[in-house]
């Protein structure tokens, strides 16, 4: 009646698949995420064979952005060492790898609550003071970074001073960011005196 499987030709057996696949069951390709935010998925049930069967077509979820989670087992220690008039931020890695942001923030208490220092140029975990940072560095657990320290000073403030004032006395704190904005991390507070 429907005659010999082996006279059908290819492109007769593949026209229904591509016709399947172009029109996508009705959905565009945007659609699959908000069906598994705003609809039951399809039903399935397990057949004796052990096969599933669905009554409708299946859509498969697009994960949506996730915000960044800090990672347990990641643990960082930031230290300042003062040294005469200059402050060196020194960054060890106890547990995990740490993907850290090369910018060294630089925050001063005021009535009880510390706050970014601005004015501060290019503060970088840098290993030292010929070359630049890249956007994100990498230590893994066991590893320490000494970058080059801070002068206390406000303007050009790591290395060399060309354009810089002092910094007004007071308890400052260094800040690291992870690459991904998870975590952050604090240096104990330390005292810049007056120059």
Same mark, same amino acid.
């Given at each position: 009646m429907f005659g010999s499987p082996m006279k059908r030709s290819l492109p007769g057996l593949l026209a229904p698949c591509v016709?399947?696949?172009?029109? &996508?069951? &009705?959905r565009t390709p945007a659609e699959p995420a908000q069906l598994a935010a705003s609809e039951p998925?399809?039903?399935?049930?397990?057949g004796a064979s052990g096969t599933t069967e669905s009554d409708g077509p299946v859509a498969h979820a697009v994960p949506a952005a996730v915000p960044a989670v800090a990672d347990p087992t990641l643990?960082?220690? =930031?230290?300042?060492?003062?040294?005469e008039r200059t402050i060196t931020p020194v960054v060890e890695v106890l547990g995990?790898?740490?993907?850290?942001?090369?910018?060294i923030g630089v925050e001063r208490e005021v009535n009880g609550h510390f706050q970014? #220092?601005? &004015?501060?140029?290019?503060?970088? =975990?840098?290993?030292?003071?010929?070359s630049r940072?890249?956007?994100?560095?990498? =230590? #893994?657990?066991?590893?320490?970074?000494?970058?080059? *320290?801070w002068t206390g000073m406000l303007g050009d403030a790591q290395c060399i001073c060309t354009r810089c004032a002092?910094?007004?006395?007071?308890?400052?704190?260094?800040?690291? *960011?992870t690459c991904d904005g998870a975590q952050q991390v604090e240096s104990d507070p330390f005292t810049v005196g007056a120059r």
């Open positions: 016709l399947l696949l172009a029109c &996508g069951a &009705g998925p399809p039903a399935v049930a397990t643990e960082i220690r =930031l230290r300042a060492e003062p040294l995990g790898t740490a993907r850290l942001a090369k910018t970014r #220092v601005t &004015g501060i140029a290019s503060l970088e =975990l840098r290993s030292d003071c010929q940072a890249p956007d994100c560095i990498e =230590l #893994v657990a066991g590893a320490e970074l000494r970058p080059p *320290h002092p910094a007004p006395a007071g308890t400052y704190r260094f800040v690291l *960011h």
